[in-house]
């Protein structure tokens, strides 16, 4: 609450200060202090006091401008001016209670639903042949959440997961797949991609009959050959089993049915090209089909030309991009589309999309956003890296995360079966990793640190589980069921108004995931109401002897509201609550 009345009178300040009624350079120390009979309000600042002097004003003349220009509210009931110059606040418990009353009430804890919208989010996007490595774990769990978010809020989500499945390696691909079947016809499985991939390239550097093969691959996959395209559909089936393996063991909502890949938008891009030419957008430059963009200028500052199609008949990923914008909006209908893609791709995305407006493909009032994100390092600082400098496979992260998780839990001697700990141990392990990158602000690099993230302590996901878990420990000793709980919650200590306060604002948590892509605003808000849960579960017994029932079950009702944000939350999330850990 005075947390809430501090920020208020700093807004007022500012606001004085533009508005021309305090000097500008004036520093102004807020202090908000409780009242100690509640007859004259809650809390109360002598702020008015204070500023009156060096702003040259009359106090009781200050405190009336400094209430005029307070901003609305709706915590507060009644705002009176006593004595010399103090500014009295009158909080509207009734509506706070209300609130938190409506929260445990509902199933979605009473969020705030926008208009919906269909959404298409673009996120994950790993390649074929290609082995799932740390790296796409960002725009893997960043791209959920912000699809589960939307979907929280009654928005319509289409997941699109735009896998790089096309291009001239899908030639030298082919050709191996076929000899492998050829000389181990049982043992078609693509176990190790990194191999598979390594081992084709290498074919194809050093056999000349096979590179031929290769090449012509290319030309017949292009073609439509209906073999060049069944083999192409099994390296891609294979590659997704196994990345399908990764996303449920992350619990990210991606299935077979969202894979949108680059292949998808093959027969657009001719017609693209020419429209872009008749448009006067595009034009021959050199043999290659070219954009000059005036918004993008070359080295030597001049317009910077953005090849569509090669000399030699070939697309590349901007258009590709642009004919993936256009679709999501003519096809899919999108009103919105998010694309989770690391910072380094921001150019590109420009280019494509400066394209794609002026080609008049999506209209500016559909927005195409570019949710750019930074590198994970290592502790030193650098590209996170195996001892030996190679890429890390994801697979390999999800491993030592569950190796450790179960370590950490052999360290606290708990009472659960071994298919419990199973599953702590998964929640913990994908939590923990999930939770470290979605918890940073996604615009900067992160340094990935495997003790700070397995921490029961601090803004860990493994700290959120074990309050959530203390809160269902809590109705276990009381005996209730948290859903069927009676009542209405009142509010009277300290530690019950901030709790209060935080719990009201998990809506807006939400929609600032939903509204700017950004996971951190709901990590932060969770990290701080777990922060007051605590601070409230110490200060206010619940299970002890002599608790008045009423204060009791109020209590509860607090507890109830907290475990249903935190489990919404986390849901919001991806990360798994447990009921015991
Ligand atoms: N497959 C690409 C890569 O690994 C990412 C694709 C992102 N999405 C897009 N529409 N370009 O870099």
């Excluded at 005075?2 to 807020?30: C, D, F, M, W, Y």
């Excluded at 070219?290 to 569509?308: A, Q, R, S, T, W």
């Excluded at 999501?328 to 394209?355: C, K, N, P």
């Amino acid at each position: 609450m005075k947390e809430h009345i501090h920020h208020l009178l700093e807004q007022t300040v500012a606001n004085l200060k533009s508005a021309g009624l305090l000097p500008a350079e004036l520093e102004a120390r807020v202090l908000v202090d409780r009242c100690k009979d509640k007859a004259h309000g809650d809390l109360a600042t002598n702020l008015a006091m204070l500023l009156a002097k060096p702003a040259g004003k009359n106090p009781r003349e200050l405190a009336a401008a400094i209430i005029e220009h307070l901003p609305a509210s709706d915590l507060i009931a009644k705002v009176e001016i006593a004595g010399p110059g103090f500014i009295n606040f009158f909080f509207n418990q009734q509506w706070l209670t209300g609130q938190v009353d409506a929260m445990v009430a509902s199933a979605n804890a009473n969020v705030k639903l926008p208009t919906p919208q269909t959404v298409v989010v673009d996120y994950s996007a790993p390649n074929v042949a290609k082995e799932m490595a740390v790296h796409h774990i960002r725009s893997t769990v960043l791209g959920d959440v912000a699809a589960r978010a939307l979907e929280f809020l009654g928005h319509k989500v289409i997941r699109a997961n735009h896998i790089g499945d096309w291009g001239t390696q899908f030639g030298m691909l082919i050709a191996y797949l076929e000899k492998m079947a050829n000389e181990h016809a049982s043992d078609m499985a693509l176990k190790d991609l990194e191999a598979f991939y390594t081992q084709a390239k290498r074919c194809y550097d050093e056999d000349e009959a096979f590179a031929e093969r290769a090449r012509n691959y290319v030309v017949k996959l292009q073609g439509g050959d209906e073999y060049c395209r069944t083999m192409w559909k099994k390296l891609v089936d294979m590659t997704m089993e196994q990345n399908q393996i990764n996303y449920d063991r992350l619990n990210v909502s991606l299935t077979n049915k969202d894979i949108m890949g680059e292949s998808m938008y093959n027969d657009m891009l001719p017609q693209i090209v020419t429209d872009l030419k008749a448009k006067g957008l595009a034009v021959e430059s050199e043999g290659a089909t070219v954009v000059f963009l005036d918004e993008f200028k070359n080295k030597d500052g001049e317009p910077m030309g953005v090849i569509i199609q090669k000399s030699d008949g070939g697309f590349l990923y901007t258009t590709t991009d642009i004919a993936c914008a256009k679709y999501r909006y003519e096809t899919l209908g999108a009103d919105r589309v998010m694309y989770f893609i690391d910072s380094r791709q921001h150019q590109h995305l420009m280019q494509a999309w400066t394209i794609t407006r002026k080609a008049g493909y999506v209209p500016q009032a559909v927005p195409l956003e570019h949710h750019a994100f930074g590198m994970m390092l290592g502790k030193d600082g650098r590209p996170y890296k195996t001892r030996s400098g190679g890429t890390v496979k994801l697979v390999d992260l999800l491993n030592e995360a569950e190796e450790r998780a179960a370590a950490l839990l052999e360290s606290r001697n708990s009472d659960l079966s071994a298919e419990e700990k199973a599953n702590v141990v998964n929640a913990i392990a994908m939590g923990a990793v999930k939770y470290a990158d979605l918890s940073k602000n996604r615009t900067t690099d992160y340094i990935f640190d495997w003790d700070m993230m397995l921490s029961f302590e601090g803004n860990t996901a493994p700290y959120l589980q074990y309050a959530y878990t203390r809160i269902q420990s809590i109705f276990r000793k009381a005996g209730v069921e948290a859903d069927s709980l009676s009542g209405k919650v009142a509010l009277n200590e300290d530690a019950e108004l901030t709790l209060a306060q935080k719990l009201i604002q998990f809506s807006d948590a939400v929609n600032g995931v939903a509204e700017r892509g950004m996971p951190h605003l709901l990590c932060t808000y969770l990290y701080e109401l777990s922060g007051n849960f605590m601070t409230f579960y110490e200060a206010c017994p619940i299970n002890k002897d002599g608790v008045d029932p009423d204060v009791r079950q109020s209590r509860l009702l607090l507890c109830a509201a907290t475990a249903k944000v935190l489990k919404l939350g986390l849901g919001v999330l991806g990360i798994h609550t447990l009921e015991r850990m």
